[in-house]
């Protein structure tokens, strides 16, 4: 049965399942609350550096808006990739594979907070950031999800924008704008989230190739993908590093982020070196849970010093 034939049998099924029986829990569980994390803090981080001020109030409606659009992008994902996520190990138990909500029930619920989070964050904040924000879903779901994601080896190379997207979003929240700053914060996510996943791709290979999903370690293959996971490091590295050399922090976060951008480096090295067996999984896996110490490391030190300056 094609991946179609799969998620139109999901849907005919839901249809004649009255539904209603998910929990608050599940429909938490719809928001992708680990992925929202990361959008609040990647968002608040770019709201505390832009230049200007915004009301306390303002700027936790501003957040809230940018974590309910967040929330309403992965509800969307996992409305169209039901089918999937009912085939791989590590998206099964999700509330619509498992039965506890219906595609319908996700689909009227993604729309009705992604409306109003950029309704809100328009009338309240400015409507360029509540426009930005629209983009931001739309991107992630119709570009990511709904195209790149199941055409291309690139998805997560030309979809991680959309995860890259909310620093500026936080940023335009204040000012109305962007600015090479904003550009900054959004290139750094942006380069760090191929190496990330395509770390976890290697680990999960089996499963996005039962699923049908062109990852990279599928198409290309595992030796040409730490490739690339290390050509992106090499890449990554200086840009951490950039916000000191553009003059918006300090020698401190320019120390901590050659630091970091060195053990990435290593870490990505040592994968490319072990080609095959459990040392490849291992390796893989250490590069994946250091990135995401790495990113959360150079935005915290972002707010601290943007804390202690604007203090």
Partial sequence: MSLVERHETLSQSSAVWDGGMGSVSDYVALLKPRVMSLVIFTAFVGLMLAPGKVHPVLAAVAILCIAIGAGASGALNMWYDADIDEIMTRTRKRPIPAGKITPNEALA????????????????????????????????????????????????????????????????????????????????????????????????????????????????????????????????????VAPFLLGFASSVYGAAATGLGLVFVALAADLWRKREGEAARQASMRLFKFSIFYLFLLFALLLAESLVLGA
């Avoid at 992604?114 to 409507?127: E, H, K, Q, Y």
């Avoid at 990279?216 to 490091?233: C, D, K, Q, S, W």
Wanted: net charge positive; charged share 5%.
């Fill in 109 to 240: 619920f993604g729309i009705t907070l992604a409306i109003g989070s950029v309704v809100t964050l328009g009338l309240l904040v400015n409507w360029f950031a509540g426009a930005f924000l629209a983009f931001t879903i739309f991107f992630y779901v119709i570009v990511y999800t709904m195209w790149l994601k199941r055409s291309t080896p690139q998805n997560i190379v030309i979809g991680g924008a959309a995860g890259a997207f909310p620093p500026m979003v936080g940023w335009a929240s204040v000012t109305g704008s962007v600015s090479l700053e904003s550009f900054v914060l959004f290139l750094i996510i942006f380069m760090w989230t191929p190496p990330h996943f395509w770390a976890l791709a290697l680990f999960k290979c089996g499963d996005y190739r039962a699923a049908g999903i062109p990852m990279l370690p599928v198409v290309a293959g595992e030796t040409n993908t730490r490739h690339h996971i290390l050509i992106y490091a090499l890449l990554l590295a200086p840009i951490g």
